[in-house]
């Protein structure tokens, strides 16, 4: 997974206290349920589509590839929330996933031409 971005890095070197106490409850949300890892992360993924937030679609589109989902998946997922969300709001989510999607698929790339 890669490092956290710099506003996370900083807000965690600034309030320690407060991002290991974010932390520790993220984690026992996560162990929390039956939930696996896989699954949690397309969710949180579609949680973050319906609130129409792009870092988090980000994110959670980088995390959902980390825990073993497919692009086939992850679109599906985008797809879902046709008929919820709207088409309009639909459509940002699938540029906000394909921006993760083809970055990795241009970093797979040029690490194959090496």
Same mark, same amino acid.
Request: net charge positive; proline share 4%.
């Given at each position: 997974m @890669?490092?956290?971005?710099? !506003?996370?890095? *900083? ?8 991002w290991?106490?974010?932390d520790? =409850?993220?984690?026992?949300c ?8 896989k699954?949690r ?14 870092g @988090?679609?980000?994110s959670? !589109?980088r995390? *959902?590839?980390?825990?073993?989902a497919t692009p ?6 985008v =797809? ?14 699938f540029?906000?996933?394909?921006d993760?999607?083809?970055k990795r698929?241009t970093?797979r790339?040029k690490r194959?031409?090496?």
């Amino acid at each position: 997974m @890669a490092s956290l971005p710099r !506003t996370y890095e *900083s807000f965690s070197q600034r309030y320690r206290k407060v991002w290991e106490a974010y932390d520790r =409850l993220a984690n026992a949300c996560h162990q929390a349920g039956p939930v696996n890892e896989k699954n949690r992360a397309l969710v949180k993924l579609a949680i973050s589509i319906g609130a129409r937030m792009e870092g @988090a679609v980000h994110s959670h !589109t980088r995390r *959902s590839l980390a825990a073993g989902a497919t692009p086939r998946e992850i679109r599906h997922v985008v =797809l879902l929330g046709v008929t919820t969300i709207g088409f309009p709001s639909s459509m940002a989510a699938f540029s906000w996933v394909e921006d993760v999607l083809k970055k990795r698929s241009t970093g797979r790339k040029k690490r194959r031409s090496r």
